[in-house]
């Protein structure tokens, strides 16, 4: 099946909780809807469960206006957050509980069971009551439950946010597998740009209630049309400056001035906002097109993998990605290099004007 | 100000345990040192939170002995021990403002109204709650409530050490950024040995300088944070540190070689044949492998991702599979390809501990 937004707003008492949303989602498709707290991830989906109604525009699935049409006769399955499970009821009727609502008995409620359980690795685990399980196995069961019941749609609202980081990143890893199997239109809403990135298909960067920008995961990444699009698929939060270009140079800040390279040398005269990524910079060898900037180190963040380290410049503090666990040490002279290759470009209105090539 | 030891000290919840496995906490013996941060890093049930409470005085050990610098503090109750806590969800007092509320473990043990002022202005001004002190703590946000916590623990500068139970639990993800940095900071202006109880990798390698990985009640490693990176000294530790965590494959090894699903892999050092019938598994990070046209070892790629700061590939050893990263310029048809692994970061492990090299 295919689903429409058309338009969509969602307006209760004297707020406005979505702006103007139109998304077309394509049949068995993986869509991110990526946001911080309170950018209307839940409200939207609420929406398009038929939990509540828009204020104005329209909801087509299969070419049909579903707009009025209560979440009980849609073909739709939604998981949460906290794993709601029924807990006087083992695995196996955790997750045959929507098919035995459904009427389906015998030979094919088994199957299908089983089929769920299997494909999310629950089968050892079926006589057990959901008590019995760790947090990750829980989650499991009921993303088992919201997939057996074939819904046209499958939403899925932060699902991992609740777990621990280990099993959030193998969960993480299996889940694309799993969920493209059951071939549904799959809705999933996270606060992490890395967990969008990994789980890929299309992203939708909602801000304030509004969709941003809607496209292929990686070039919503790479490309961003607006600031604020970089800035909900940035972490580490995006590095900005604001420049004023001026023939063959760059007013960086108020205070100084640097040599238009990279993708600042094609640019005509005026104001603008660099934005940059921490894996855009270094604090090593300048790039062939480098902007560098002198500053002192307040804290290097270790993630495992990479560290995060936080350089106070005159023109602010930036974050800088360094490979592996960096031995930095905060008030350390440094000199932070940024490649003018790699930066994107906003107007003062936002909009996107230069980013580096695709890959 | 104390050096903390811990002389064989082990619990076990249940009345006459003997088995291995009745030890909630399995011996362990350790010099937390003055000034230093350590982090206490595991998967739930592995023992941190009782040995934070063994610390603390919650928990009397069914073994060993705790010293406090000399003192042998084992049995005193935790009021006798001079140590500060700070746990998962905020203690403050709702009536009182921030400045009271500061101030009051000091004011509680009869420091004079100055020293009292100038210390809760100094914590204050490290914890951005300056601008805050004259509001009543009621009506703040749970994250400010959780900062006056930490600035609770924090304000007696005589403590032995102060103790963090996974204190970032109730911050909201888009602040714990700035709390994780500063309480950094905070422990570098204030030369107090803090012991700080998490499950999350980040908190534990960004605050500590040396991290304690737990597992089942066994300490598995105590290092650096680049060590644990770097160098893991068991299958888990290599694991749990990092996104995604080490690759292991199977291996036969012997000498300078290893076999590895068919293939043969030369190591950058020597190495005795592990006993027979032991595990040998060969360790190295997804960081340390790279994908490429020309490699040490014949792999099938399964998935490419695009995480945007870099590519990771999810590729079949025989049948093994791990991860490994893909060079910006790096492109396929098809799914062979050769994998490279940085010699220097190749280790080898014979039942999960990481089996050194022979002396050359």
């Avoid at chain 2, 601008?131 to 609770?152: F, N």
């Avoid at chain 2, 050490?161 to 109730?170: G, I, M, N, Q, S």
């Avoid at chain 2, 040396?210 to 597992?215: F, T």
């Amino acid at each position: 099946m295919s689903f429409r937004l058309d338009h969509v707003s969602f307006v209760s008492g004297d707020e406005t909780f979505i702006r103007d949303v139109s998304l077309e989602l394509e049949p068995g498709s993986m869509n991110v809807l990526l946001g911080p707290t309170l950018s209307g991830k839940t409200t939207l989906m609420r929406l398009m469960a038929g939990l509540d109604r828009p204020t104005s525009g329209r909801m087509i699935a299969n070419g049909r206006d579903v707009t009025g049409v209560p979440v009980r006769r849609r073909s739709v399955a939604m998981v949460y957050q906290q794993f709601i499970n029924y807990p006087s009821l083992t695995v196996y009727e955790n997750i045959a509980s929507p098919l035995r609502v459904a009427g389906v008995r015998g030979q094919e409620l088994d199957s299908r069971v089983l089929g769920a359980a299997r494909v999310l690795g629950l089968e050892p685990l079926l006589k057990r009551l959901p008590a019995q399980l760790s947090g990750g196995q829980q989650q499991r069961t009921a993303i088992a439950r919201a997939i057996v019941k074939r819904a046209d749609l499958v939403l899925l609202d932060e699902p991992l946010a609740n777990l621990d980081y280990k099993l959030r990143e193998e969960l993480r890893e299996e889940l694309p597998r799993i969920l493209k199997a059951s071939g549904a239109i799959l809705v999933y809403a996270t606060t992490e740009p890395p967990e969008a990135l990994q789980l890929g298909g299309a992203t939708a960067t909602l801000w304030q209630g509004r969709a941003i920008q809607f496209g292929p995961t990686s070039s919503v990444y790479h490309r961003p049309h607006h600031i604020d699009s970089a800035r909900v698929f940035s972490d580490p939060p995006l590095n900005e400056i604001t420049i004023r270009k001026r023939g063959e140079a760059v007013e960086l800040g108020e205070f100084r001035r640097a040599p238009a390279v990279g993708l600042l040398a094609g640019l005509p005269d005026g104001d603008y906002t660099i934005g940059f990524r921490g894996n855009a910079a270094n604090l090593g060898r300048p790039f062939a097109q480098s902007i560098d900037l002198e500053g002192r180190i307040s804290v290097a963040e270790i993630s495992g993998s990479e560290s995060f380290v936080h350089v106070e410049t005159a023109l602010g503090v930036f974050v800088c990605v360094e490979p592996g666990v960096s031995a930095r040490l905060p008030g350390q002279a440094v000199d932070l290099r940024v490649d003018a290759t790699h930066i994107l470009i906003f107007d003062r209105s936002g909009a996107l004007v230069a980013a580096r090539d695709e890959r | 100000m104390a050096r903390i030891t811990l002389d064989h000290v082990a619990h076990s919840y249940l009345r006459g345990a003997g088995a291995s496995a009745d030890y909630a906490l399995k011996p362990i013996d350790h010099v937390w040192r003055q000034g230093r941060a350590y982090a206490l890093l595991g998967p739930s049930g592995c023992g941190k939170t009782t040995l934070l409470n063994i610390i603390s005085g919650l928990v009397i050990p069914s073994e060993g002995r705790l010293l406090f610098d000399d003192r042998d503090v084992t049995r005193l109750r935790t009021e006798q021990r001079n140590i500060a806590q700070v746990f998962q969800f905020p203690v403050i007092y709702d009536t009182m403002t921030v400045a009271e509320n500061l101030a009051f473990p000091l004011r509680n043990r009869g420091v004079d109204r100055a020293a009292v002022k100038a210390r809760v202005a100094e914590i204050a001004e490290l914890l951005d709650l300056t601008k805050v002190l004259d509001r009543p703590a009621r009506g703040l946000t749970a994250d400010a409530k959780q900062k006056i916590s930490l600035g609770r623990g924090l304000v007696r500068p005589d403590v032995a050490a102060v103790l963090f139970d996974e204190p970032l639990t109730v911050i909201d993800p888009a602040l714990k950024w700035e709390l994780r940095s500063k309480l950094k900071a905070v422990h570098r202006a204030l030369d107090v040995l803090m012991i700080y109880v998490t499950h999350d990798q980040i908190e534990a390698l960004t605050f500590a300088d040396e991290v304690v990985v737990m597992k089942d009640g066994r300490v598995l490693q105590i290092a650096s944070p680049a060590e644990l990176f770097e160098r893991p000294e068991h299958t888990f530790v290599g694991y749990f540190i990092g996104s995604p965590g080490m690759n292991f494959v199977e291996a036969e090894v012997d000498g300078a070689r290893a076999r590895v699903a068919g293939q043969t892999l030369t190591l950058a050092g020597r190495y005795a044949r592990p006993p027979a019938g032991s595990s040998v598994r060969l360790g190295f990070r997804p960081d340390h492998a790279t994908l490429g046209a020309a490699g040490d070892l014949s792999v099938s790629v399964e998935k490419i991702e695009d995480l945007g700061r870099r590519r990771l590939a999810r590729v079949r050893l025989g049948q093994q599979r791990i991860f490994a990263t893909v060079p910006d310029e790096v492109s396929f048809d098809g799914d062979a390809a050769r994998l490279t692994i940085n010699p220097e970061r190749l280790y080898v492990y014979v039942d999960d501990e990481r089996r050194p090299a022979e002396a050359a």
